[in-house]
């Protein structure tokens, strides 16, 4: 069974850094595309960044490029992503979501349940 | 970036009626070499993460219902709740993934009349 367990939200000021990790279990991880999408508070959901599972190509929302780092460690199983310079409109539920292939031009088919980050002062 | 539409906002049918979903690319999602359109639905139920129904625009998930349905090539799609059920109550989403950045449309809500 897949599994996706993120982890590294909590409350951080306005300029502040956070490192989210997800753990991820129950498939071949190094073999698949890996992405971060957020949700702010009662809105839509945001496409943040993909790594490829073919050759850990990266990739950026414009909103967060610059920013945030999104990396993974395939000898354990975990995604990260560092976010730096973290604003107000940063504030999301941070989500880890696993591709459909090694592609990163595919969509998501399993999804954790998400880790809070809250930039506030 | 590609901007993606959805329409109705948020729609209330009546329980084994159908549900209809449209989504709009401001680019096409067509890749000609593949003829795939590379657009995905989602379901997200409250207080849940997201469900992906539907990629390629019309090929279902494993162990989604066959009641859904998607439809539409180009920049034009359609998700379609064939027989609407209690628990499709849920916010929509498309995604398209043809080019970086990759963009979800606004959410379409679906509740029961």
């Known amino acids: 069974e897949v599994q996706l367990v993120e982890s590294g939200g909590g409350l951080v000021q306005p300029g502040g850094s956070l490192r989210l990790s997800c753990a991820a279990s129950g498939f071949t991880f190094s073999s698949y595309a890996m992405s971060w999408v957020r949700q702010a508070p009662g809105k839509g959901l945001e496409w943040v960044s993909v790594i490829c599972g073919s050759n850990n190509s990266t990739y950026y929302a414009n909103s967060v490029k610059g920013r945030f780092t999104i990396s993974r460690d395939n000898s354990k199983n975990t995604l990260f992503l560092q976010m730096n310079s973290l604003g107000a409109e940063d504030t999301a539920l941070y989500y880890c979501?696993?591709?459909?292939?090694?592609?990163?031009?595919?969509?998501?088919?399993?999804w954790g349940q998400g880790t809070l980050v809250t930039v506030s002062s | 970036d590609i901007v993606m539409t959805q329409s109705p906002d948020s729609l209330a049918v009546s329980l084994g009626e159908r549900a209809t979903i449209n989504c709009k690319s401001s680019?096409?999602?067509?890749?000609?070499?593949?003829?795939?359109?590379?657009l995905g639905w989602y379901q997200q139920k409250p207080g849940q993460p997201p469900k992906l129904l539907i990629y390629w625009a019309s090929t279902r998930e494993s162990g989604v219902p066959d009641r859904f349905s998607g439809s539409g090539s180009g920049t034009d799609f359609t998700l379609t709740i064939s027989s609407l059920q209690a628990e499709d109550v849920a916010v929509y989403y498309c995604q398209q993934y043809y080019s970086i950045p990759f963009t979800f449309g606004p959410g379409t809500k679906v509740d029961i009349k």
């Open positions: 979501a696993k591709g459909v292939s090694s592609s990163c031009y595919a969509g998501c088919d399993h």
């Open positions: 680019q096409s999602v067509l890749y000609s070499s593949n003829n795939k359109n590379y």
